[in-house]
């Protein structure tokens, strides 16, 4: 059995997330690479991606994009386009609730083992339905496929941990590919709020808003909701609210750029910044790093795990580095985290 899939079992996790940096990083490759690992030992499987990549070529190779392996007796959701196109044998169970681009999701069992491609929503409450009717079905553990930009898959209130694919692809060089590497794992694990009583009003805020302000009066803190927000302008709304004994701001959506540029200017001290979960965070190194460095600190409701990196040392576009080099380099720079070269590994 592989590292990467002896470190899931070992943890116990009944649903895994395995997302990519970019494309042509190995985030199939390290999908497939543990459907494999856990048929051989008898899990049943459940199989379902957050989005559509949509790609059938790859536009500067011209070669097939990989595609999901299902095994057999595996079950899996996916649109109705794809479930009528697969190569593998699919048994029908029922048409889903959840709708996307392609048709509506069905769900199905797989009678005989093939290809698959897998299209699902984007939203976390789509996803949670058809992982909770694979549970019902039989399936032991289910695992996400996280379409290229869609982070919904890693969500904490979807799966128990994500695997984080990236590679040669993402840089122009081996430092620049390190570099974004280390920043997404420091998003993605960014701490959960370990002050209760700011927990507790974070918490009740957004069950009252769409954002809240937390406010400190001595020892307590109490919250002030924020309703009607529009996507685009809900930065400016919340921060047009903060009053100077405004300890934080809780966002119940996304986080960009311009949401930390305002804030920073805010106040001598910005106040610290609240999200739902990493998934929630759309931000650059730039924003984030002046943030920090007036004073700032972003924390989670709900804490991302994220069980490990794979490499792919390769690129399409003819860049690509040695693996043994490019293992020892990314383990130094993201250890603790554990880190794979499944194909090297492999040989």
């Known amino acids: 059995m592989s590292g990467l899939f002896r470190l899931l079992q070992k943890e116990d996790i009944k649903a895994t997330a395995i997302i990519g940096m970019t494309k042509n990083v190995g985030k199939t490759v390290t999908f497939n690479h543990l459907v494999r690992q856990f048929m051989k030992t008898g899990i049943i499987l459940g199989l379902v991606s957050a989005g559509y990549d949509g790609e059938r070529f790859d536009r500067l190779t011209l070669k097939d994009k990989p595609r999901i392996y299902a095994p057999k007796d595996a079950y899996l959701a996916t649109a109705k386009a794809c479930f009528e196109a697969a190569e593998a044998g699919l048994e029908l169970i029922e048409a889903s609730s959840v709708s996307t681009p392609l048709g509506s999701v069905y769900l199905a069992r797989v009678k005989e083992s093939g290809l698959v491609e897998l299209a699902g929503p984007g939203s976390i409450s789509g996803l949670k339905e058809l992982t909770g009717r694979m549970f019902n079905f039989g399936a032991n553990h289910v695992l996400v496929d996280g379409a290229i930009n869609r982070l919904a898959s890693a969500s904490p209130l979807l799966t128990g941990a994500t695997v984080l694919a990236t590679g040669a692809s993402l840089g122009p060089t081996m430092e620049d590919v390190i570099k974004k590497t280390v ?3 420091a998003l993605l694990e960014l701490p959960r709020v370990n002050d209760e009583a ?112 794979t490499l792919n ?35």
């Open 183 to 185: 920043f997404r794992r």
């Open 198 to 309: 700011i927990y507790r009003a974070a918490r009740k805020g957004l069950e009252s808003g769409d954002a809240a302000l937390l406010l400190q009066d001595g020892n307590n803190c109490y919250f002030e909701p924020v309703s009607g927000l529009i996507p685009l302008m809900a930065g400016t709304k919340i921060i047009e609210k903060c009053k100077p004994d405004t300890t934080a701001l809780v966002f119940g959506g996304a986080l960009v750029d311009k949401n930390l540029q305002e804030i920073s200017t805010l106040l001598p001290a910005p106040p610290a910044v609240i999200v739902q979960d990493a998934t929630k965070l759309f931000i650059s190194p730039e924003y984030y790093y002046r943030y920090l460095n007036r004073g700032g600190k972003i924390m989670v409701l709900n804490q991302l795990n994220l069980a490990a990196v």
């Open 313 to 347: 040392p390769t690129d399409p576009g003819g860049r690509g580095y040695d693996p043994k080099m490019f293992l020892e380099r990314m383990t130094e720079a993201l250890s603790p985290c554990p880190v794979f070269d499944l194909l090297y590994e492999e040989n």
